[in-house]
């Protein structure tokens, strides 16, 4: 193992992004300078950014999530953002904060699962920082892309009568979640204890490796669709859902027997004891795209192999609810996650 101080900080930048490929027109240059060099001049291209910070102990925990793992995850939940805008990824800066435990091998799995992301998602690696630091691993990311102008998506344009959609199945990464935290109480103790997820993988699939929903853009664009209010699942379908009616001063009605769930996040429901729909509407990790559309595209939706119906948009008036299966209606709160819980 080779400790990061033998190489430096801008000898580590250099080791971890050498041959980096360049995907797109727009960078003009990557790492090596002060400055990356973005040109975003297209008249008809409106430039997006975002960013993350990961902290270990409150985002992560290294028991059980492998550095590789980690890396891909950081980055494509960035890349989600920038697609939950209608948009696409195109550059990003990987900044670190890193403790003396590491070594150069550790940072290298991470940057092995950013490049991994990258790769998948055309996205060019363009800059970045190192640092010391005395808590543990720190990861923050800005992606820049780039989305059409006339056709970026917002959080505040859903109207009443407007049509609410959510791609893919919820709660998965949540349980997937408990399930890695239950396995790790119950080995605490026993250094030879091997956790058994046969028959798990989805949903450690969904916490460990998710993906952002590219494949959802695409099809809404297919299908010559307008969403008119759109924003990715990474706090919970709940907060989500709130944040939309909050920005666009709407109302609506969400249907308990439409939210989408896979069988294995039902079965680990009932294992751990769980409400199923609440682990589905307040879990989060999701980054499942949830968007709303005009009523004179119900058929659309119809065709959509991505996503499903799963209520309405109503007068702010009505409020935001749950519609159970019995049609009692439960008004929706933000249970998810919350960055400064009290």
């Known amino acids: 193992m080779t400790e990061i101080s033998t190489l430096g900080e801008f000898g580590l930048i250099g080791h971890l992004t050498k041959n980096l490929p360049i995907n797109h027109d727009s960078t003009v240059m990557g790492v090596g300078d002060d400055c990356a060099i973005l040109d975003y001049s297209k008249k008809d291209v409106e430039t997006l950014i975002t960013t993350d910070l990961l902290l270990e102990g409150i985002h992560f925990d290294?028991?059980?999530?492998?550095?590789r793992h980690l890396g891909y995850k950081a980055a494509v939940v960035n890349f989600s953002d920038v697609y939950a805008m209608n948009g696409q990824p195109r550059q990003i800066t990987v900044s670190l904060g890193i403790s003396k435990r590491f070594t150069v091998e550790h940072i290298e799995e991470l940057y092995d699962g950013i490049r991994l992301a990258c790769e998948q998602y055309g996205v060019d690696l363009v800059g970045g920082d190192t640092s010391a630091s005395v808590t543990g691993l720190i990861i923050s990311i800005t992606c820049v892309g780039?989305?059409?102008k006339g056709k970026t998506v917002r959080r505040s344009g859903a109207r009443d009568t407007d049509l609410l959609c959510v791609s893919g199945d919820l709660g998965a990464?949540?349980?997937?979640?408990?399930?890695?935290?239950?396995?790790?109480?119950?080995?605490?103790?026993?250094?030879?204890?091997?956790?058994?997820?046969?028959g798990k993988e989805y949903l450690l699939e969904r916490q460990l490796k998710p993906e952002a929903r590219r494949d959802v853009i695409a099809e809404i664009a297919e299908?010559?669709?307008?969403?008119?209010?759109?924003m990715d699942v990474s706090d919970g379908l709940s907060?989500?859902?709130?944040?939309?009616?909050?920005?666009?001063?709407?109302?609506?009605?969400?249907?308990?027997?439409?939210i989408p769930i896979d069988y294995q996040t039902a079965l680990q429901a009932e294992e751990f004891g769980m409400n199923l729909v609440t682990a589905a509407?307040?879990?989060?990790?999701?980054?499942?795209?949830?968007?709303?559309?005009?009523?004179?595209?119900?058929?659309?939706?119809?065709?959509?192999?991505?996503?499903?119906?799963?209520?309405?948009?109503?007068?702010?008036?009505?409020?935001?609810?749950?519609?159970?299966?019995?049609?009692?209606?439960?008004?929706?709160?933000?249970?998810?996650?919350?960055?400064?819980?009290?």
């Open 62 to 67: 290294l028991t059980y999530v492998p550095l």
């Open 146 to 148: 780039e989305g059409e």
């Open 173 to 198: 990464a949540y349980m997937g979640l408990q399930l890695l935290e239950r396995e790790k109480e119950v080995g605490k103790d026993d250094p030879n204890f091997q956790p058994d997820f046969a």
């Open 223 to 230: 299908l010559d669709m307008h969403p008119t209010a759109m």
């Open 239 to 258: 907060s989500e859902i709130l944040h939309i009616c909050h920005n666009s001063n709407v109302g609506c009605r969400v249907y308990e027997d439409r």
């Open 281 to 342: 509407m307040n879990g989060g990790e999701d980054y499942e795209l949830l968007f709303t559309v005009p009523l004179t595209e119900h058929e659309k939706v119809q065709h959509m192999k991505t996503a499903r119906l799963i209520g309405r948009i109503t007068k702010p008036s009505l409020g935001a609810c749950l519609v159970t299966r019995d049609d009692a209606e439960i008004p929706i709160q933000a249970q998810g996650w919350t960055a400064f819980p009290k």
